[in-house]
């Protein structure tokens, strides 16, 4: 029983190496797909040559209140990917109804319905879309929910304020 102990002991180095080959693989796949066939208005690369650590670019969609601008976002995976979400914060400020005042997302892709079928590319048009038809009835931001419905002029003006923060900085 000692021995086999031992054994599995002294494989898991073997298996952390292969997992992490598991996920730079995939993840070199993701990037390549997102060079070679962009989709409109996102982009995402891997920051300071790290596989693990990218930032994200999105346009606002059309016809909604975040048409012409764009936003920057921050795409940490776990070890384990794909099998778990990576972390994605909107690292430009976001006044949104499924997004906190720190950036952090109410998107249940990004927690209970995560599935290892899911890449950059699906969660990144999955937020645009989310951008322009948030889930008012799980809100981050019960000022945001509240404005989308019941007053859209005064939310779009408080969501260029928050946006022009980023301008300012």
């Not at 180095?13 to 390549?32: C, H």
């Not at 990218?54 to 070890?79: H, I, Q, Y």
């Not at 990917?81 to 997302?105: C, E, K, L, Q, W």
């Not at 002029?153 to 928050?162: D, H, I, N, S, Y």
Request: negative net charge; hydrophobic residues 40%; glycine residues 4%.
């Amino acid at each position: 029983m000692e021995a086999s102990s031992n054994l599995t002991a002294a494989n898991a180095p073997k298996r952390a190496a292969e997992a992490g080959a598991t996920v730079t693989k995939r993840l070199q796949t993701e990037l390549m797909q997102l060079m070679l066939s962009p989709p409109p208005g996102i982009s995402a690369f891997p920051r300071d040559g790290n596989l693990l650590s990218w930032t994200g670019t999105m346009a606002g969609p059309a016809d909604t209140p975040f048409a012409n601008l764009t936003f920057k976002l921050s795409l940490e995976f776990p070890s384990n990917y794909p099998m778990s979400p990576p972390n994605v914060t909107f690292t430009t400020p976001m006044f949104h109804p499924n997004v906190d005042m720190a950036g952090r997302i109410c998107l249940d892709i990004l927690k209970e319905k995560w599935s290892a079928v899911y890449n950059v590319q699906t969660v990144l048009l999955s937020l645009q879309s989310l951008l322009g038809e948030p889930n008012n009835k799980s809100p981050l931001n019960g000022q945001a929910a509240d404005l989308w419905d019941r007053d859209p002029a005064e939310f779009k003006r408080l969501m260029l304020l928050r946006y022009r923060e980023a301008e300012e900085e």
